[in-house]
Each structure stands twice: as structure tokens, then as C-alpha cells.
């Protein structure tokens, strides 16, 4: 299973908007509503950000949003602010007989 | 609150073995599906291994296949990752977490991480 792929990096000002997208294929993101979205700062874990596509866990900013069309997600980001500066990471569910999830290769997010 | 904490790792060399230790707290480990997720070095995400919550149900990704085992002992709170025939490849941060969904599909909380280093 080939990891899904995301831009190397992306960049925007404060209060900007940002997409990140993610594309898999028609056996991973295209078939299942399953996509995740992962935070991490350097030198700390990931953090949950968006789950089941489109979802935010409790305490995450409605600044952060999930979406789908066709093999792509995308994560947006509205009114960038300065602890947004991570990486990014997506992941979709790609299995159903085993348990099987792809990551993406991660997407840089600067905020000038 | 949830917290999951790794240890274990360290230096080991090329064929050697490590276990690690993932102590759960805040929350009812024995009803959760857990994972290991790993990350090389200047690397991306990658899933290693996967436990039911009673430990029936057990899933490897290809790479670890064969060496590596996950165990959990619900008594203590805690998940395991055995590390056999390690190679230089699987030098990488060690992160357990926590699965969640139906079907499980995405991972609430994670721990900080133990990193493993093959070497010789």
C-alpha cells in the first residue's frame, strides 16, 4: 500500500486561509469516508485534528475543517495564526478484511 | 485526563531486540483498541501494529511482520511492542496511541514517544 500523497510543503499569512490536500486512491480515500488529520510541532507527538472526514474533536478549533471529492481529501485552515506553523499529516482507512490505515508524507505548513 | 506514556527504547544493534512499554492512564484501557505508529528520523507517519481491546485480534503491517509482537495485560494498564531481528530501518520515534471509529480508522491520543535506534 503506497502512502497517500500531500504536498511537501505550504505556506500563508495570518488570518489567511490554507488547503492541504491528499490524494489516495479509489482502495483508500476514494472508497471510505475514513480520512484523519494529524498535527504535530516539532519534537511532540501528533495531535488529532479532524477525523471521519469531516469531524473535530472536542477542544479543536472550528477553524479547522475536513473535506472529500473523489481520491482527494483536503484539510483547510481558516484565519491562520502563528501556532498553526506544523506539520500535517492525513490518513485513510484502506482495509476492511484487516485493519489497515496509509499515511501521508506529511505537508510543512509555514505562516509568514 | 488520557495520558499514554512510552519506554524502552535506546541504542540497540543490527539483530537485536527491545521491548517497549506503554502505560496507560485516565481512562478504561481495557475497553480500547490500541496501535504503535512509528517515525523515522526526519520521516513521515507509519503504522506498525494494531490490538484489540481483549487482545484477540491482532494486525501487523508487512514491514514488522514476523518480528515484532504487540501484546497487552489489561491488569496493568498497559501495551507492549517486542522487537525482534531489529534492522537499521526500523530506527524510528515509537509512538503508542489510542484507536478509535467504526470501523477503526483514526487514532485520539498518542503518547510522547520512545525513540529506538539500530546501530552498530
Known amino acids: 500500500q503506497s502512502a497517500l500523497t500531500q504536498p511537501a510543503s505550504v505556506s500563508g499569512s495570518p488570518g489567511q486561509s490554507i488547503t492541504i490536500s491528499c490524494t489516495g486512491t479509489s482502495s483508500d480515500v476514494g472508497n471510505y469516508n475514513l480520512v484523519s488529520w494529524y498535527q504535530q510541532h516539532p519534537g511532540k507527538a501528533p495531535k488529532l485534528m479532524i477525523y471521519?472526514?469531516?469531524k473535530r474533536p472536542s477542544g479543536v478549533s472550528n477553524r479547522f475543517s475536513g473535506s472529500k471529492s473523489g481520491n482527494t481529501a483536503s484539510l483547510t485552515i481558516s484565519g491562520l495564526q502563528a501556532e498553526d506553523e506544523a506539520d500535517y499529516y492525513c490518513c485513510s482507512y484502506a482495509g476492511s478484511s484487516t485493519f489497515h490505515v496509509v499515511f501521508g508524507g506529511g505537508t510543512k505548513l509555514t505562516v509568514l | 485526563q488520557e495520558q499514554l506514556v512510552e519506554s524502552g527504547g535506546g541504542l540497540v544493534k543490527p539483530g537485536g531486540s527491545l521491548r517497549l512499554s506503554c502505560a496507560a492512564s485516565g481512562f478504561t484501557f481495557s475497553d480500547y483498541y490500541m496501535s504503535w505508529i512509528r517515525q523515522a528520523p526526519g520521516k513521515g507517519l507509519e503504522w506498525v501494529s494494531y490490538i484489540s481491546s481483549s487482545g484477540i485480534i491482532i494486525y501487523y503491517a508487512d514491514s514488522v511482520k514476523g518480528r515484532f509482537t504487540i501484546s497487552r495485560d489489561n491488569a496493568k494498564n498497559s501495551l507492549y511492542l517486542q522487537m525482534n531481528s531489529l534492522r537499521a530501518e526500523d530506527t524510528a520515534v515509537y509512538y503508542c496511541?489510542?484507536?478509535?471509529?467504526?470501523?477503526?480508522?483514526?487514532?485520539?491520543?498518542w503518547g510522547q514517544g520512545t525513540l529506538v535506534t539500530v546501530s552498530s
Open positions: 496511541a489510542r484507536v478509535r471509529g467504526i470501523p477503526r480508522s483514526y487514532f485520539d491520543y
Open positions: 471521519e472526514g469531516s
